[in-house]
């Protein structure tokens, strides 16, 4: 059974800096495609980054020039630096995983970001 795990969050100060982290544990393959999704309170879950096997990205509007979105595939483990945060980015962060057909979520890992 596929498991992530999320470690890096954190409080910090608006145009801080907070490194997430994501390891896959219990898959022999690399993860087909690896990414991270937020969600505020009160609103819906949203995308953040993703990133492919190929190292292909994509991000979220929000984001774009703030965030990189990296992965290591020999340690099956995708990494997201979040520079210049904002107040607007404080929310639950969530790593996400598929291969093929099957899709893996973390427990989520608080990000705080104070004003």
């Known amino acids: 059974q596929v498991q992530l795990v999320e470690s890096g969050g954190g409080l910090v100060q608006a145009g801080g800096s907070l490194r997430l982290s994501c390891a896959a544990s219990?898959?022999?393959?690399?993860?087909?495609?690896m990414g991270w999704y937020r969600q505020a309170p009160g609103k819906q879950r949203e995308l953040v980054a993703t990133i492919t096997i190929g190292g292909s990205t994509n991000y979220a509007d929000s984001v774009k020039g703030r965030f990189t979105i990296s992965r290591d595939n020999a340690k099956n483990t995708v990494y997201l630096q979040m520079n210049s945060l904002k107040p607007e980015d404080t929310a639950v962060y969530y790593c996400?995983?598929?291969?093929?057909?099957?899709?893996?979520w973390g427990q989520g890992t608080q990000v705080t970001v104070s004003s």
């Open positions: 996400n995983a598929a291969r093929f057909t099957l899709i893996y």
């Open positions: 219990g898959s022999s393959f690399p993860m087909n495609a």
